[in-house]
């Protein structure tokens, strides 16, 4: 891809290598054996090479809920009708949802964004950032040309570069839009060459003959557009979604500004994935909170070498499973912000 077309997406800086070391020196002076504490020690590592800071303050948090239709409904893919999207994001800006719920135990705030929902949604706490009513039917056309995929990407980043303006120093990544398990099905076939059989889960539920049909959906999409797998913005915009566009905005307006990004589960890693493709950059940033029940998620997360913290079972999507990690990655914090050195506490280190 030639810089003309990606010269509006921002630079994303390098992780801080200084802090990151100074991180890990820190892990081994205090009272534990080295690396006992796996993955917390990791992510305290991690955070400290994304701010800068041996021990950031992420205490503002948010999970960004990107909304948006599908058009390859009308191949009837999911165990929920369309109209779901809409009567969903009312549930949000209600409070009402599983990820409020989540988000409320964990100190987040939960912002929904409608970038593609096929109705007219008005309400105090939604966030209108309308590209188009829905995506085209993949099956048959184009989800979306590639200048409304650009503006997807583009709404993310803005949304993100807002909260971060706001003093957010957590992102979550989460979603909503009836068929979007097949938008990114196909995206990770586009990407990675994987038969639609490896990459087509359950979605809402579905059984064994459905889930037959929505594989040959997938597989037909992938025939009609032939997505370019070297070109992030056309497999996004042939055969993705408008929320994950956005997500993929997100991801990369976040990471610009040192803000960690923790992605839920299988719509928010592809469209992961895609941010990655599209600014490899942007790869240090992410945290992977979960791996999900879904068939693809697996693959998409080695596509990316990455490891999930938790293994729940999960396939809601909404950020549930990414705002579920939050006390995690608070742990790790804690932990360098509050245990005993060796020195401190006078206790024995290891003996050389």
């Known amino acids: 891809m030639n810089m003309m077309q990606t ?15 100074a991180a890990f020196d820190h892990q081994n002076q205090l009272t534990k054996p080295q690396g006992s504490l796996g993955v917390l020690e990791h992510l305290s590592m991690q955070l400290a090479a994304i701010t800068g800071q041996l ?20 191949e009837g893919v999911s165990a929920f009708p369309a109209e779901v999207t809409p009567q969903m994001v009312m549930n949000f800006v209600h409070g009402g949802a ?26 105090p706490n939604l966030l209108s950032r309308k590209v188009k009513r829905g995506t085209a039917n993949m099956a048959k056309e ?36 009836i068929g979007n398990t097949t938008a990114s099905s196909a995206m990770l076939c586009a990407f990675t060459g994987l038969a639609p059989e490896e990459t087509v889960g359950r979605g809402t539920g579905i059984g064994d003959e459905l889930w037959k049909h929505k594989c040959d959906v997938v597989r037909q999409a992938l025939h009609v557009n032939a997505p370019d797998p070297n070109d992030a913005l056309d497999v996004l915009a042939k055969v993705g979604g408008l929320e994950i566009g956005g997500l993929v905005g997100v991801i990369i307006g976040a990471a610009k500004h040192g803000v960690p990004v923790v992605i839920d589960g299988f719509i928010s890693s592809v469209a992961a994935l895609a941010a990655v493709r599209l600014v490899p950059e942007a790869r240090p940033y992410l945290i992977s909170s979960h791996l999900s029940e879904e068939r693809g998620h697996l693959a998409v997360l080695r596509e990316m ?5 938790l293994h729940l079972n999960m396939r809601l ?4 499973g990414a705002v579920l990690a939050f006390p995690l990655i608070d742990a790790a914090c804690s932990i360098m912000r509050e245990m ?3 020195a401190q506490a006078g206790v024995s280190g290891k003996e050389e």
């Open 7 to 21: 010269n509006w997406i921002p630079a994303i800086p390098k992780p801080n290598e200084e802090a990151r070391q």
């Open 55 to 74: 021990v950031p303050n992420i205490d503002k948090r948010a999970v960004i809920v990107m909304a948006g239709d599908h058009g390859v409904c009308a």
């Open 98 to 123: 599983a990820v409020n719920v989540l988000a409320r135990q964990a100190g987040a705030d939960v912002y929904c964004v409608d970038i593609g929902v096929n109705a007219d949604l008005d309400h």
């Open 142 to 177: 184009a989800a979306m040309s590639r200048q409304e995929a650009e503006a997807a990407v583009r709404v993310g980043i803005e949304v993100a570069e807002q909260l971060v303006g706001e003093g957010y120093r957590l992102i979550a990544t989460g979603e909503m839009g």
């Open 305 to 309: 070498e990455l490891q999930p913290v």
């Open 317 to 320: 999507g909404e950020g549930t």
């Open 340 to 342: 005993a050195t060796f």
